[in-house]
């Protein structure tokens, strides 16, 4: 059975300048090198008019697992990650997002939707998520755990974002 959470982090900027920062390949690159990890990495970038898409690969040393994990994952976690925006709706400065991160030949993976919408003389995004490990009897520990550490993670990455929107937008 799946958990879900949801998280939302608000920005002193337009919703027009976070999705700036959001099609640019040098944030994502920035922001990996800042919160990504070991030998974080951007796959592939791509943005259009209908969007932005980027993929991403994060590892996590098997050391800095919390114990319940080791149970199922015996060498250190390789994630890929996949994040989607909508191109931004400028008469509502508001663009909608998917997410989907996953562990290749895992027990589980991370989905949900992201919003960036315009508040006040700032911003918002807000994401809903859901986590599945399949795993008899430490499952649902683990998708505790999975959600647990995800909203730190967004933590991290979204003071980064507002940190490099400052500096460079």
Do not use: C
């Amino acid at each position: 059975m799946a958990r879900r959470t949801e998280y939302r982090k608000e920005f002193p900027f337009p919703a027009e300048k976070v999705y700036e920062a959001l099609a640019t390949r040098q944030y994502w690159e920035d922001r990996l090198t800042a919160v990504g990890g070991t030998n974080a990495r951007v796959v592939a970038f791509e943005t259009n008019d209908g969007g932005i898409s980027v993929e991403l690969e994060q590892t996590i040393p098997r050391s800095k697992l919390p114990s319940v994990a080791h149970t199922v994952i015996k060498h250190d976690m390789v994630i890929q990650r996949r994040e989607s925006w909508s191109a931004l709706d400028g008469a509502a400065s508001s663009a909608s997002g998917e997410l989907f991160a996953a562990m290749p030949g895992g027990p589980g993976d991370v989905k949900g939707t992201r919003k960036l919408a315009a508040d006040g003389s700032g911003s918002i995004i807000e994401a809903t998520v859901e986590s599945r490990v399949s795993v008899p009897i430490v499952g649902g520990k683990l998708e505790k755990v999975v959600l647990q550490n995800l909203v730190r993670l967004y933590e991290k990455e979204d003071s980064f974002t507002e940190e490099w929107i400052g500096k460079h937008l």
